[in-house]
């Protein structure tokens, strides 16, 4: 099977940097997957990492090491419309490739 | 651009009913997935199909059917609602390919009584 670990929830500041950490155990490890949710409304795609490193994407950077089975999410120049869950997801041989998801960080924004 | 539709937004069941969660997609994507989201707990999935004519259990399937005729649609049935089915139902399509993401639908919420 497979287990993946994201905080519960973080808050920070309008302006600030953000860091959302994701860890996760699998076997036949294939990609991982961050995906901003917001409050009653779908997932919706923010990157992807197969190759250990740093993706850049705008103000969102997203960084896997696959050695240590980690990756981190991390927002920039925070603002109040980033509020949302962020949702980590690992696809695996030993998951027949299907994504899992982790349960989610709530990330609050406040002024 | 319709992307993934899924209908009904919300629906009221009363434990021991039926109903059918519909879900297409028009970007012919071959895989489709169904989760259910509860509060905290993430995304589970339920059922998934990588193309028309087959599908496979996921991490919850119990109470569940699904059926995949056509690579546009894959409906979700429950048979006898029962109020652990309390939950927001999302379908989601992609290509299957390694680094194309999945792609949702709005989410049904389903309350059962």
């Known amino acids: 099977g497979q287990n993946i670990d994201q905080p519960t929830e973080m808050t920070a500041t309008e302006g600030a940097i953000v860091q959302i950490n994701c860890t996760y155990q699998t076997s036949g490890f294939n990609g991982l997957f961050w995906y901003q949710q917001h409050a009653g409304e779908a997932p919706t795609f923010l990157s992807y990492n197969v190759l250990d490193g740093l993706e850049e994407k705008g103000r969102f950077s997203s960084f896997l090491s696959r050695s240590k089975g980690y990756s981190y999410l991390l927002l920039k120049e925070l603002q109040m419309k980033d509020s949302a869950s962020y949702l980590c997801a690992v696809r695996s041989s030993g998951g027949s490739y299907i994504p899992t998801f982790g349960r989610g960080t709530s990330l609050i924004v406040h002024p | 651009n319709a992307g993934v539709t899924q209908t009904p937004k919300f629906r009221i069941l009363k434990i021991g009913q039926s109903m059918t969660l519909q879900c297409t997609q028009d970007m012919n994507h071959n895989y489709m997935y169904w989760y259910r989201q509860d509060p905290g707990m993430g995304l589970k999935l339920i059922y998934y199909?990588?193309?028309?004519?087959?599908?496979d259990k996921g991490e919850v399937p119990n109470g569940y059917n699904v059926s995949r005729s056509t690579t546009e649609d894959f409906p979700l049935r429950l048979e006898l609602a029962a109020p652990s089915q309390t939950s927001v139902y999302f379908c989601?399509?992609?290509?299957?390919?390694?680094?194309?993401?999945?792609?949702f639908g709005d989410g049904t919420r389903l309350s059962i009584l």
């Open positions: 199909s990588v193309g028309a004519g087959i599908t």
């Open positions: 989601a399509s992609s290509t299957g390919d390694n680094n194309q993401p999945q792609h």
